[in-house]
């Protein structure tokens, strides 16, 4: 890994909410316009039910205009590592969500969405209640480098997505290793060089979206200019590494205002969390005493604003008896949130998924109207189809699949019973037949199509049949404790 790369880096490492470095972390994240994320965890060497403990969170800041130059943190290049492992989890969480959503700080990323799961589970496991949702305004950067990088040279969007390493060995010239990548992140203390590592693979994030930046500027994409193409940016300039561009007196501080044309092809926020007053000033209630973002960086994120807009429920649910239907709630759940279709099962809801395994807008929504149902997805773009479906589709904000069926429980008001928990095939959403089975029943059903456990002919058990897919469910060990997990999660014992 380049030396010289890594003097530029000013690296804090986190242990505790009393020490120096977290007032520096506070003072920094509350005049920053730009903040770089990253997770680290143990690699999991086999496959696990749980998610893993995130170990490691690295907040890479980019000061704003009024960062004060005489400070500690003046640097341009500050990296926080929060040890989440020496940090006890809820003495942050205030501060990590506030940041999450602040409406005057972009976010960066890589996949971070997966990294979020993760994160929220680890602090759901510590005490807190609520993990973390979403983070807006947010830009990752595999969006901005195939909507720049390949609209230059010409070519269509790959299939494949380029790893963050080779993102940045093309644009910044510097090798990060697989090596540190796999290492295992529990362990203490963190060496040197996973400090590096950690703190870069935050840092880059921030280098590559002023490259891109600069690569706009220096074709006078300014705002009032027209909406012109991509394609006609100088694809020879690619080249420059990162050494070039730091030989260039406070390039990184250039900013681009891109039309509202091009905006959305940009960035792939998935909403924008302030509120914007009719004279287009954006107001919010706040943790961090936070700058405004930058006037160029908020015209990026406000046109995502609009899909969010339209996200919250409005109502009433196909199903309701005011509108002809039979009072029975159903959902079809779209393929980013197909484990929240099986929790809704579990707890008697009837919950479809897409006929095809990767289907398109048009099929989703053809289903949906013929079947009456209500969309469930986290893809804000299919809100722009709401027009087709009125109070048909809604944007489930949660993550975390238990936190998903509450919430959707909570917006439409689903009563939830004991009797109802288990009813529903978790496998195709069908229904049981009402008559349970005797062992020998069962076996004969099951002939050619599943097999019954030995261990069960003497246990005196009743089966249930679907009557759809035909699949078998006993009273088992496994049912008493689905049936145990969603009276706890559902709190009907409450």
């Given at each position: 890994m380049d030396c010289t790369y890594r003097k530029l880096l000013k690296i804090h490492l986190v242990t505790s909410t009393e020490?120096?470095?977290?007032?520096?972390?506070?003072?920094?994240?509350?005049?920053?316009?730009?903040?770089?994320?990253?997770a680290e965890w143990k690699p999991q060497r086999s496959h696990q039910s749980n998610f893993p403990t995130v170990s490691l969170l690295q907040l890479a800041c980019q000061p704003g205009p009024r960062f004060n130059?005489?400070?500690?943190?003046?640097?341009?290049?500050?990296?926080?590592?929060?040890?989440?492992?020496?940090?006890?989890?809820?003495?942050?969480?205030?501060?990590?969500?506030?940041?999450?959503?602040?409406?005057?700080?972009?976010?960066?990323?890589?996949?971070?969405k997966q990294d979020l799961i993760y994160l929220s589970s680890t602090f759901c496991s510590q005490g807190c209640d609520i993990g973390f949702d979403r983070v807006d305004p947010y830009l990752d950067i595999t969006s901005i480098y195939n909507n720049l990088h390949h609209k230059q040279l010409g070519r269509k969007l790959p299939k494949e997505t380029k790893s963050l390493a080779n993102i940045c060995k093309e644009l910044l010239d510097i090798s990060l290793?697989?090596?540190?990548?796999?290492?295992?992140?529990?362990?203490?203390?963190?060496?040197?060089?996973?400090?590096?590592?950690?703190a870069i693979?935050?840092?880059?994030?921030i280098e590559i979206f002023n490259i891109f930046q600069v690569k706009v500027a220096q074709k006078g994409f300014a705002a009032g200019n027209s909406c012109s193409s991509i394609s006609e940016l100088d694809s020879s300039n690619l080249d420059l590494g990162l050494k070039g561009i730091l030989e260039k007196p406070d390039i990184g501080n250039k900013t681009v205002?891109?039309?509202?044309?091009?905006?959305?092809?940009?960035?792939?926020?998935?909403?924008?969390?302030?509120?914007?007053?009719?004279?287009?000033?954006?107001?919010?209630?706040?943790?961090?005493?936070?700058?405004?973002?930058?006037?160029?960086?908020?015209?990026?994120?406000?046109?995502?604003?609009?899909?969010?807009?339209?996200?919250?429920?409005?109502?009433?649910?196909?199903?309701?008896?005011?509108?002809?239907?039979?009072?029975?709630?159903?959902?079809?759940?779209?393929?980013?949130?197909?484990?929240?279709?099986k929790h809704l099962r579990c707890v008697g809801i009837d919950a479809a998924t897409p006929r095809s395994k990767k289907p398109e807008p048009r099929e989703l929504i053809d289903q949906t109207s013929k079947e009456k149902r209500v969309l469930l997805t986290r893809d804000a773009k299919l809100l722009r189809h709401q027009?087709?479906?009125?109070?048909?589709?809604?944007?489930?904000?949660?993550l975390l699949k238990n936190q998903q069926l509450l919430?959707?429980?909570?917006?439409?008001?689903?009563?939830?019973?004991?009797?109802?928990?288990?009813?529903?095939?978790?496998k195709c959403n069908g229904r049981f037949i009402q008559k349970p089975l005797s062992t020998e029943e069962a076996v004969e059903a099951a002939k050619g199509f599943q097999r019954i456990p030995d261990c069960l002919f003497d246990k005196n058990l009743q089966f249930w049949q679907c009557m759809d897919c035909n699949q078998l469910y006993w009273e088992g060990t496994q049912y008493h404790n689905a049936v145990q997990k969603f009276i706890d999660v559902c709190k009907l014992n409450e």
């Open positions: 020490s120096l470095e977290f007032t520096h972390l506070a003072r920094a994240l509350s005049q920053s316009s730009l903040v770089g994320l990253d130059p005489e400070s500690d943190e003046s640097n341009a290049s500050v990296v926080f590592l929060l040890d989440l492992s020496s940090i006890p989890l809820p003495s942050i969480w205030e501060l990590l969500k506030e940041l999450f959503v602040s409406p005057d700080i972009l976010k960066l990323g890589f996949k971070f290793s697989k090596e540190l990548q796999c290492s295992d992140w529990s362990n203490r203390p963190l060496t040197e060089e996973q400090k590096n590592y950690a693979d935050a840092h880059c994030l205002r891109f039309k509202l044309c091009e905006a959305l092809d940009i960035i792939r926020a998935t909403s924008y969390y302030s509120q914007c007053s009719p004279e287009g000033v954006v107001t919010r209630v706040s943790y961090l005493n936070t700058m405004p973002m930058d006037e160029s960086l908020v015209k990026i994120v406000r046109k995502e604003k609009r899909l969010d807009d339209i996200g919250d429920w409005q109502g009433p649910p196909p199903w309701d008896l005011s509108l002809g239907g039979d009072g029975y709630p159903k959902f079809l759940c779209d393929v980013m949130v197909e484990g929240l279709a027009y087709l479906i009125k109070n048909q589709i809604y944007r489930v904000n949660s919430e959707v429980i909570e917006t439409f008001q689903l009563k939830i019973s004991e009797d109802q928990l288990m009813s529903r095939c978790t």
